[in-house]
């Protein structure tokens, strides 16, 4: 017969017991507790009551880092305070107001981005990629992709640097912006101005559909596209990328398009509060009769649009344009010195495929 009082049940319940008995009395390194100031001997350290876990400290740089805090504190003042050495070498355990300070801010962005809580960000700085500010105190980064399109740099070309000193401009703004994006162990936190506006753009974009044809005003030019808002919609603005623009190669946009020009556009998608554009699927495609116009062998007159680094596109008659290998000259200097961008000289069509909407040409010698 067993000297154990209690049965094999009552045993596991107490051993349960005595477990949690332990996990709450237990102070662990990182923990956050709350701690009482006790005594400040300043510039040399500060001292808080801690409880039945005995005296806490703070010290050497921490202290330097808590400068601000401790400024309003009193003996007897309660504050949340980060464990960072429970057997420091001054014998107590050694603290941190400045990381629980830290570590609460963090919880309220986590929250924030858990609920999809509209903050604030004071915009500080920028980079190449976006803007640096600062949410509930604690540094944070707001992507070009995440701007909304009022803020979006579109007047100057995708340089990054040029995109940058764009940015400036919105150095000491405060913006509205949505959590999309923290992470407390590698301190990063990434907002968004787009999203913001997503619910009311949403709700504007179920009134149109993929296919519909629109009335638009060019609202900007970048090297990739032009970006066009509705007529009817001030709000929404969509994006004419550059494929989309025409059928035959477009170099830049500003060759085809100026800011305020009344245009018409095609909606092609719509997919999470953007609106994708195009002006060409309201042209003629005149590849479709390329062939009625052109044939191997055949003389025509066409004007150098653009150097590329296989040789040279040339524009034609009829919305077409050709390509001249740099293969005929020998090498880029040649052409250069045979070809002038924007002249207009005679070619023979060596080679036509509209189903691969290429035309090949030679100079005419």
Known sequence: MSNDPLSPKANAVLTHILKNELATNRLREGDIAEVTLLEKQLPRAVFFDLGKFGTGIVYGGELANARDILKSLNPGDRLPAKVLNLDGET????????????????????????????????????????????????KAFLPVSQL???????????????????LKKLIGSE????????????????????ETLNANVKELLAQY?????????????ADFGIFVRFTDNPQIEGLVHIS????????????????????????????EGRVFLSMKALKADPWEHALEHFAVGQEVQGRVYKFNP?????DLEFGIQGMIHISEFGGADEMRKQLVHGEA?????????????????????
């Not at 190669?249 to 719509?270: C, F, R, T």
Request: hydrophobic share 35%; net charge neutral; proline share 3%.
């Open 244 to 271: 989309e623009i025409d059928h035959r190669i477009i170099d830049s946009p500003k060759d085809v398009a100026k800011l305020g020009e009344a245009v018409k556009v095609k909606i092609i998608d719509i997919r």
């Open 175 to 194: 913006l509205s912006v949505k959590i999309i994006n923290a992470n407390p162990r590698t301190n990063k936190l990434i907002v968004s101005e787009r």
């Open 310 to 314: 296989f040789g040279a596109t040339i």
């Open 345 to 365: 000289y005679a070619f023979i069509v060596e080679t036509i495929k509209p189903e691969e909407r290429r035309l090949h040409l030679k100079l005419k010698r």
């Open 91 to 138: 014998g107590y355990a050694e603290l941190s107001l400045a990381e629980a300070g830290k570590q609460r801010l963090w919880t309220q962005v986590m929250d924030a981005q858990e609920t999809g809580e509209i903050t604030t960000m004071k915009a500080t700085g920028v980079n190449s990629g976006g803007v640096v500010g600062t949410v509930f105190d604690l």
């Open 209 to 221: 559909q993929v296919g519909q044809t629109v009335d638009g005003v060019v609202s900007g030019l």
């Open 148 to 166: 909304s399109n009022e803020h979006y740099p579109k007047s100057v070309e995708t340089d990054r640097q040029k995109s940058a000193e764009e």
